[in-house]
C-alpha cells in the first residue's frame, strides 16, 4: 500500500470516528454471545457454597444425633452456637474438597481431549494429594467433633445430677438423679438388714449343715 492511500484511509477513520469517544464499558449482559466467556467447570460457586453448609449440616446431625437429641441442642444457646461453628468448619473444608475434585475433573477432561504438558501430570498429582489430605481431615475432625459432644453430654448429666440432689430407694441405697448407686455406709447396711424378714429355722440348718 503506498503512504498516500495509507494517509486517505487514516484520514478516513478519523473522518467517521464520532465527535466524543467515551468510556464506557459493555456490561456483561449486552456482550454479544460469541464474545461471552464460558465456564469450563459449569459450577456455581454460589451455589457450590450452599450445597456444602446444606451438606455439612446433614454430616453433623447424623454424627451427633445419637448423643444428643434436638430438644437438648434447641433449649442450649451455648450448643446451638457450637453447632453453628462446627457447621461452617466442616462447610468451608467439603468447599475446599469440592473445589479441587472439579479442578482434577477439568484437568483430565484437557488431557482427555489432547492437551497434554507435562506440567499438568505435577499439578494433577498435587491434586489428588490435596484432596486426600482433606478428606482424612474431615474425618478427624468429625470424630473429634463427637468426643466434644460426648463430653458435653456428660457434663449435662452432672450439672442435673448436681441439681437433683442425692435421694434413697426401697432398699436404702443412696442414689443420685439419674438412678445410680453412690453408696451404702454402714447405718444403711443395717437398716436394710432389720428390714428384711427373719430366716426360717430350718433354713438356717440347712445352711449350717452345708457349711
Same mark, same amino acid.
Given at each position: 500500500?503506498?503512504?498516500?492511500?495509507?494517509?486517505?484511509?487514516?484520514?478516513?477513520?478519523?473522518?467517521?470516528?464520532?465527535?466524543?469517544?467515551?468510556?464506557?464499558?459493555?456490561?456483561?449482559? *449486552?456482550?454479544?454471545?460469541?464474545?461471552?466467556?464460558?465456564?469450563?467447570?459449569?459450577?456455581?460457586?454460589?451455589?457450590?457454597?450452599?450445597?456444602?453448609?446444606?451438606?455439612?449440616?446433614?454430616?453433623?446431625?447424623?454424627?451427633?444425633?445419637?448423643?444428643? *437429641?434436638?430438644?437438648?441442642?434447641?433449649?442450649?444457646?451455648?450448643?446451638?452456637?457450637?453447632?453453628?461453628?462446627?457447621?461452617?468448619?466442616?462447610?468451608?473444608?467439603?468447599?475446599?474438597?469440592?473445589? *479441587?475434585?472439579?479442578?482434577?475433573?477439568?484437568?483430565?477432561?484437557?488431557?482427555?481431549?489432547?492437551?497434554?504438558?507435562?506440567?499438568?501430570?505435577?499439578?494433577?498429582?498435587?491434586?489428588?494429594?490435596?484432596?486426600?489430605?482433606?478428606?482424612?481431615?474431615?474425618?478427624?475432625?468429625?470424630?473429634?467433633?463427637?468426643?466434644?459432644?460426648?463430653?458435653?453430654?456428660?457434663?449435662?448429666?452432672?450439672?442435673?445430677?448436681?441439681?437433683?440432689?442425692?435421694?434413697? *430407694?426401697?432398699?436404702?441405697?443412696?442414689?443420685?438423679?439419674?438412678?445410680?448407686?453412690?453408696?451404702?455406709?454402714?447405718?444403711?447396711?443395717?437398716?436394710?438388714?432389720?428390714?428384711?424378714?427373719?430366716?426360717?429355722?430350718?433354713?438356717?440348718?440347712?445352711?449350717?449343715?452345708?457349711?
Amino acid at each position: 500500500m503506498k503512504v498516500k492511500d495509507e494517509r486517505e484511509r487514516l484520514e478516513k477513520l478519523i473522518d467517521d470516528a464520532p465527535e466524543k469517544i467515551t468510556d464506557d464499558v459493555p456490561v456483561p449482559g *449486552n456482550i454479544p454471545e460469541e464474545l461471552q466467556t464460558q465456564s469450563t467447570m459449569g459450577i456455581n460457586f454460589n451455589d457450590l457454597k450452599d450445597q456444602c453448609n446444606d451438606e455439612a449440616r446433614i454430616m453433623l446431625n447424623h454424627s451427633i444425633g445419637f448423643i444428643l *437429641n434436638k430438644d437438648m441442642i434447641e433449649g442450649n444457646e451455648y450448643l446451638k452456637n457450637k453447632l453453628e461453628v462446627d457447621v461452617m468448619s466442616l462447610s468451608g473444608m467439603l468447599y475446599q474438597l469440592r473445589v *479441587n475434585e472439579a479442578m482434577q475433573k477439568a484437568m483430565m477432561e484437557e488431557v482427555d481431549r489432547g492437551f497434554m504438558h507435562p506440567r499438568m501430570f505435577e499439578v494433577f498429582s498435587g491434586l489428588s494429594k490435596t484432596i486426600a489430605e482433606i478428606n482424612k481431615q474431615l474425618i478427624g475432625t468429625v470424630e473429634a467433633i463427637k468426643l466434644t459432644y460426648k463430653d458435653i453430654k456428660n457434663d449435662i448429666r452432672e450439672k442435673e445430677t448436681d441439681a437433683l440432689g442425692p435421694s434413697r *430407694n426401697g432398699q436404702g441405697m443412696i442414689t443420685q438423679g439419674d438412678g445410680g448407686v453412690v453408696s451404702m455406709g454402714t447405718g444403711d447396711v443395717i437398716n436394710f438388714t432389720k428390714r428384711r424378714p427373719p430366716v426360717p429355722p430350718e433354713d438356717i440348718q440347712d445352711i449350717e449343715e452345708t457349711a
